[in-house]
């Protein structure tokens, strides 16, 4: 299951680069912010698709380096990423409480499975 989780995390990573020019003032922040959850989320992609495809082919994929780190630390961004739901003078999507579990669900288990590299 770690590949599913994979592809949503990478999903709304990706996705929240979209927001990041509404989180933050200095363009070297957004530039680098949206750069960091980019990346993470890119390779949470690749790492989703490529552990489907195995399981789909039975032809072993290349693992993507530092698995470990990019999933502990995708998961806290993902974590991060919560606070555009939570204050309401802050908030960018007034709705859509589906989006906040997966985000929530998603980064808790990406940080445990980080930790416990599974």
Do not use: C, K
Not at 16 to 45: E, K
Not at 53 to 73: D, N
């Amino acid at each position: 299951m770690t590949w599913l989780w994979a592809i949503f995390a990478g999903f709304y990573l990706v996705a929240y680069v979209f927001w990041v020019p509404q989180l933050f003032g200095s363009f070297l922040i957004i530039v680098a912010v949206a750069a960091v959850t980019l990346v993470l989320g890119a390779g949470f992609l690749l790492d989703g698709f490529l552990r489907a495809l195995e399981l789909q082919t039975s032809v072993p994929m290349r693992a993507i380096p530092l698995r470990r780190v990019r999933r502990f630390l995708g998961g806290a961004l993902l974590l991060a990423y919560l606070l555009v739901y939570l204050p309401p003078q802050g908030r960018i999507v007034a709705h859509w409480p589906l989006d906040l579990a997966i985000t929530l669900v998603s980064g808790a288990i990406m940080v445990i499975y980080g930790i416990v590299n599974a």
